[in-house]
């Protein structure tokens, strides 16, 4: 398969792979310490509320799953040659939603998962509200993982640069990023009424 730029996306050369995705690494490395200030800078509010502590990690894993979910798919429809980014493209609009009922179950299954296990060590939340917080934050970066997953997977297309090679690290990370950020900011929002 050539790429737009001329460059073959069906070899595999460790030294464009390393060339490409090394720099690309280290921003995203920068990038998810950003995370890490978000969830420190949180830590009264996890202390207060210590279930939603045990939401975060799902959270924050499966936003980005549901990107490189998303991801995948689209880098193999680009090496099929079977797509273009075209709104009218049926199928895309059925993979989108697809990963938006995907996270529809997925985090409703976390807030209830969360609320049984709140009912087991005495966390005070009640499932409405881990609901809400959980939905909320959840829907949100699903909305992001399919920006990234698109964007990522077009730009490197675009670029010449093999899909595989770039689209997960670069959603993933992007996705932990406002995964956290998100996840506390709706969490402080709606524990604040």
Do not use: C
């Amino acid at each position: 398969m050539v790429a737009p730029g001329g460059g073959s996306l069906g070899t595999w050369d460790w030294k464009r792979i390393v060339g490409n995705m090394f720099p690309l690494l280290v921003a995203l490395s920068i990038i998810v310490l950003w995370a890490g200030l978000t969830l420190e800078g949180a830590e009264e509010l996890l202390e207060e509320y210590a279930i939603l502590a045990v939401m975060v990690p799902t959270m924050v894993d499966m936003g980005g799953n549901l990107g490189a979910i998303l991801s995948a798919r689209l880098s193999t429809r680009f090496h099929l040659g079977t797509t273009e980014i075209d709104p009218s493209d049926r199928e895309l609009w059925a993979n989108v939603a697809a990963i938006l009922a995907l996270a529809v179950t997925i985090f409703t299954a976390l807030a209830t998962g969360a609320w049984l296990l709140g009912q087991f060590i005495g966390a005070t939340l009640a499932l409405s509200t881990l609901l809400v917080i959980s939905l909320v934050s959840g829907l949100s970066v699903a909305v992001i993982a399919i920006v990234f997953s698109f964007g990522a997977t077009y730009v490197s297309y675009r670029l010449g640069i093999d899909p595989d090679d770039t689209t997960i690290p670069i959603v993933t990370n992007v996705v932990d990023v406002f995964g956290m950020v998100i996840f506390i900011g709706v969490s402080g929002l709606v524990l604040s009424f």
